[in-house]
């Protein structure tokens, strides 16, 4: 089955390098995007996203005519959707993406083609995908209504990458084929066989979507678990991180580090979808999404703290005098990645309600998204903050931020939320 021109529908943190890895190997790759200046960055043979190597084999396959951008679908052997899957505000799936993926793509589909779903997904979205193609192109058969004998093949394969090392991740990763029919599947697998070395193991659409969900959700289970212990132990008076190495020892626990909660589009995000689809047996994995979610609060609450014992020990001083300095915006150390960040929620909360000056430290960013600029934070640099700050808060971990110093700031309030200097 052979798949020489290849469209990719959506190029962010992982639509981008998949299209560059599929033109690697020399394919041609179509990528659209409805954001027009991503298309132009990429046309240019540059990024807008941080991801090592990334910019090299994206100039490298863009120089070679392999790779191309565009805000308009055009005919393709396979497409793949990789756009985003948000909720709304009452952790319902919004599938509006993908759902205008899919009207972008069904007016150039032709018998024979390969349409896959990358993005993390309710159960029963590839159904949902058929259904939708199957309107817009009645003059098409879909595995839903023809089985085997359809026009298009489709599958679900989502992606389970870490950000920072996506493009090995990719390759080496095994892959979970979830084709609508067991044809939809073997043709999957022959595309991504163009590159991927791991395995490829097929189950059922629905299987594979619950998959990602399950992963992701089972991170955010046991994330929960160290953040509510943080949360527990700074009632008690016990250092987590060094309880946390201590337990660890024992050789069948291994407890995760806590921090200010969970974020990116992924672990923060996933679990409700398996909480709306069955909300009244999903209890352990919606009660760990609330521990996570609440955790930012609480470390709200501790800057509070710090600034009433501040100004009582100061009593000269006006809170409107008092500087808060917030190490880190993004959801991970040393990516740029800000969806869904707990720090980032924190310091936009902060810059609000703070009456002193909030400054922001994010060394992957060249500026602050316009939430925090208009919440009247300022972005500097780590030693400006660190010599600036009366009260300091560690909220990611950044490789770089390790190199300032083993010890935290002398003679400030510190409040240590990813165990920088624990």
Known sequence: MAFETISVIGLGYIGLPTAAVFASRKKKVIGVDVNQRAVDTINRGEVHIVEPDLDMVVRAVVTEGYLRATTQAEPADAFLIAVPTPFTVEHAPDLRFIESACISIAPVLKPGNLVILESTSPVGTTEQIAAWLSRARPDLRFP????????????????????????????????????????????????YKT????????????TAEMCKLTENSFRDVNIAFANELSIICERLEINVWELIKLANRHPRVNILQ???GVGGHCIAVDPWFIVSKTPDLARLIRTAREVN??????IINRVKLAVAEHLQAHPD??????????LGLAFKPDIDDLRESPALAITKTLAIHHPGRVLAVEPNVKI???ELIDAGAVLVDADVALSSADIVLALVAHHSFKELSPFAPQGKAVIDACGLWR
């Open 144 to 191: 839903k209504d023809c089985g085997e004998s359809s026009d298009i093949r489709i599958a679900y394969c989502p992606e389970r990458v870490l950000p920072g090392n996506v493009l090995r991740e990719l390759v080496q990763n095994d892959r979970v084929i979830g084709g609508m029919t067991p044809r939809c599947s073997q043709a999957a697998i022959a595309l």
């Open 195 to 206: 590159f991927v070395l791991g395995e490829c193991f097929v189950a059922t659409a629905r």
């Open 258 to 260: 806590p921090g200010p």
């Open 293 to 298: 979610d609440a955790k930012p609060e609480w």
């Open 317 to 326: 001083k006006t809170a409107k005098e008092l500087t808060l300095a917030c």
């Open 368 to 370: 602050l998204p316009a």
